[in-house]
């Protein structure tokens, strides 16, 4: 995997600028931090336990830069989003990437989100992959609209397929684009994220 763009320095729609690098193995500490930090209703639909040590270290050993590709958002050295491409090599998805995004709360509306998903994209462009696809529960209006903005579509509704750790249901929205529209969906957004901008 090429990451010779990184570090990036990306500016967000505050003009608040942020370092976007790969996520190395010496990060995990701080990345769980991150996730210790978001708040419970930000993590409620989360697929794992982020806030547990046994968690971060499984999520650390599968990083390859193969079938699990991971990036950060810094600022003043601090992980302010984590985000995470997945793969198969294998079988009948092996063309399909998997996005996977969460940010920090004081980020959030401010295109960090779009701004990681975008970064995911290009590395699946890179590693050969043909369609993109991403999860969301059906309240998360936020991580809807990034995705849309890059031109997914939802193609599936899984009804109650959620439960949170309080027990309630919610729907599961697959969400799906191939990376060519992708890219045709991102060229109006480039200026407003380019590392140039002012």
Do not use: C
Not at 103 to 109: F, H, L, M, P, T
Not at 123 to 141: F, H, P, R
Not at 173 to 183: C, E, F, K
């Amino acid at each position: 995997m090429n990451f010779s763009d990184y570090p990036l320095q990306v500016p967000l729609r505050d003009r608040t600028k942020v370092t976007v690098r790969q996520m190395e193995a010496k990060d995990g500490p701080a990345v769980l931090e991150f996730f210790r930090a978001l708040p419970e209703e930000d993590r409620l639909f989360l697929r794992d336990d982020v806030t547990s040590p046994e968690w971060l270290k499984r999520f650390v050993a599968e990083i390859d830069y193969v079938t699990m590709i991971p990036i950060v958002a810094e600022q003043n050295g601090k992980v302010v989003g984590n985000a995470a491409l997945y793969r198969s090599r294998r079988g009948w998805s092996a063309h399909v990437g998997e996005i996977r995004v969460a940010v920090a709360r004081a980020y959030q509306r401010k295109g960090l989100g779009t701004v990681l998903a975008r970064e995911l994209v290009k590395l699946a462009t890179n590693a050969g992959l043909e369609k993109m696809v991403a999860s969301v529960v059906d309240n998360q209006v936020g991580a809807k609209r990034a995705f849309e903005k890059l031109g997914f579509r939802a193609e599936a509704v899984l009804k109650g397929h959620v439960k949170d750790v309080h027990g309630t249901k919610r729907d599961l929205v697959l969400m799906a684009n191939d990376v060519s529209h992708i890219w045709e969906s991102m060229e109006s957004m480039m200026q407003d994220y380019s590392p140039s901008a002012e």
